[in-house]
């Protein structure tokens, strides 16, 4: 049945050009006056300059990993280059997810701005709406196209295809935790500087253009929350649809459960081409509430599309219909993240209006009571990961045909209707990216609206705007973040069973005496899994400590340098003198790329060695850890954030500015940035890389654990 492999491909082409043509429309808007325009292609400048000079130190890494592949894994076992070919491709649609969304979104700011002046909300709304779909249309349909395309062309190639696919996820993931912690570093580092001597000490408002850290601060918000966050939900998009297909084709599944899995991606695909024309704009008092609609209207409509096609499938329709209902489990996974985000992060709920309210005390009592919303925020998505994944299991024990594995098969079988419920989630993404690339939009077009000194009613609605917008980034994160929670256990088993056919093949023994021996020492009392699963929470809270402790170096010398300017050039704030905007962007350019590869690499280096000299169980209690560890800290970290910055925002538009309620409020947001916009996301991307690296070195690790003379039980056997 590769029909439906085939039409992923047209579908994908088709959302391709519709992504084109949303584009086309929004740069045909009026992007307003000469100043307005000359902001925006500031930060577009910024934005281009900063993205490729990562690309260029990433690609001497790439062309490392490439050829390191392709003499470890593609060379002993016969693959001819293609799971090499896998990862550079998959790392290459990262990058270009990356730069669309960077491209549309920097020259769409002033043409929202314009359409806030001239149009009112509605039309802002629809600029920045559609500015967004370009971006969540992108993502899914070059997704699409990947994944369908490679499983044609590997499949009919060579019958060791499984492997080279789940590559093209690990090239998507190693980049994108290079672009999450790189625009990560730049856009807090660049935010904290402009706002402790903009707002704190000098007493300016947000985006004045008196400040010399503005532009800097506009540019970080499209390389981090937009080119960032688009390949951050490629990757997850990649990594879960592709490491389904993995299982079912190592389980043995009859060819439709693998055709289900591009064909549910389709149709979801086919629910955004509509969702992204549901939303509403004329006569808008609450966006949020206008999104929200066109959420879930989308997912809806997935879940119906999900029902009906998957009678198409020529299976008997228990296990059509079971396969619909595991998939859709995990699609409704995303509104209900949505909606715990949403309470936990935004001025309407109480938790925000606590916060609002301690800082009528001090900013230490702001930190505080966000910290332990951050903290609560993260149990209700665990209790919706954790119940959609015990049902999800059930379906799969119940009605998937796995067959040969012995006492293991049903289990096997349970896992696999996990795995359906990770495609649910993530093949939704182009909705859900499409109302998170809104927010930075939104965001940049309130910068050029103070900059370019527009009147306070074009404020009010940007910053309407730009209200939700910060909601949607939050409840995007808890998207991603789930979605690492949630293909935990499917990649996990993938690469179980990956170190088991490795070990088949190099032992020349039978497939399941392998597979029950190997789990036999998988267990929480063998002191290999716990030293792995100890390594694991280390490399987590390696990479949160470097990753914060950047954004605080980098941000000193970008605070140092502004109030450099201020001090050297006193014009500046009397409008007599022009701020060096473009020292500020260089200066978090160079600091950000010169942080972000020690905590990246620290996530290739320890898991490799960790598998080569301790064992393949090792490394299995590695990954565990990073996963208990990892999901709950980047919960907190998000919504921490995100509920600070809108606390700050509940007391701005009650019209307390400058007064000492909104100062403490402001230094709890400037505590939150680094932890809602550059560790907390990062940690996803962290989990992904953990697990699709070991997948695709599995065969190599196996070899050295036997060679050693360590395989099955490493090198602290019971």
Known sequence: MPEYAILGVVVGMLGVLYAVYLAR????????????????????????AYLFRQYRTLAVLLAVLAVLILLAIDVPRGTMGLTALGFVVGALGSMI??????????????????????????KALQVSWRAGAVMGLSLASIALLLISGFYLVFKAVTEEWAVPLVALGFGASLVTLFMRVGGGIYTKAADLGADLVGKVEAGIPEDDPRNPGVIADN??????????MAADVYESYIVTVTAAIFLAAILHLPAQFIEAIILFATLALVATFAGVNMLKTTGVKHPLSSISTAIYATIALSIVLFFAGSFALGLDITKALALAAATSLGAAIAPLVVKITDYFTSYNYNPVKRIAEQAKISP??????????????????????????????????????????GELSKYLAGIFGTAMASVGLLVVAGIIITADSYGPVSDNAGGVVEMAGLPDEVREITDVLDSVGNTTKATTKGYAIASAALAAL????????????????????????????SLSVLNVINANVLIGAFIGVSIVYFFSSRTLEAV??????????????????PGILEWKETPDYARVVDIATRRALGEFLVPGLAAIIVPLLTGLLLGWNALAGL?????????PRALLMANA????DNAKKYIEIQGLKKTEQHKAAVIGDTVGDPFKDTTGPSLNPLIKVLNTLSVVFAYAIVFTNIALGIFPFGLLPL
């Open 25 to 48: 429309w929004v740069l045909k808007q009026d992007p307003g006056t000469e100043k307005m325009r000359f902001i925006s292609q500031a930060i577009a400048t910024g934005a281009r």
């Open 97 to 122: 997810a990356g730069y669309l969304g960077m491209y549309v979104t920097t020259r769409s700011a002033s043409r929202v701005a314009q359409a806030a002046a001239t149009g009112g909300m509605g």
């Open 219 to 228: 540019v970080g918000d499209n390389v981090g929350d937009v080119a960032g």
């Open 364 to 405: 230490a009592t702001v930190i505080i009571t966000g910290y332990g919303v951050g903290l609560m925020s993260a149990i209700p998505v665990i209790a919706v990961i954790a119940t959609v994944l015990g049902i999800s299991y059930m379906i799969g024990y119940y009605t998937v045909p796995v067959e040969g594995f």
């Open 490 to 517: 499917v990649l996990f088993i993938a690469l179980i069973f990956e170190i088991v056919s490795s070990a088949t093949t190099l032992l020349h023994k039978n497939l399941v005496d392998v597979m029950r021996e």
């Open 552 to 569: 605080g170096k980098t941000a000193m010398e970008v605070v140092e340098e502004i109030r450099r300017q201020f001090r050297e050039k």
């Open 623 to 631: 990954i565990m850890g990073a996963i208990v560890a990892g999901v």
């Open 641 to 644: 954030g995100g509920a600070w």
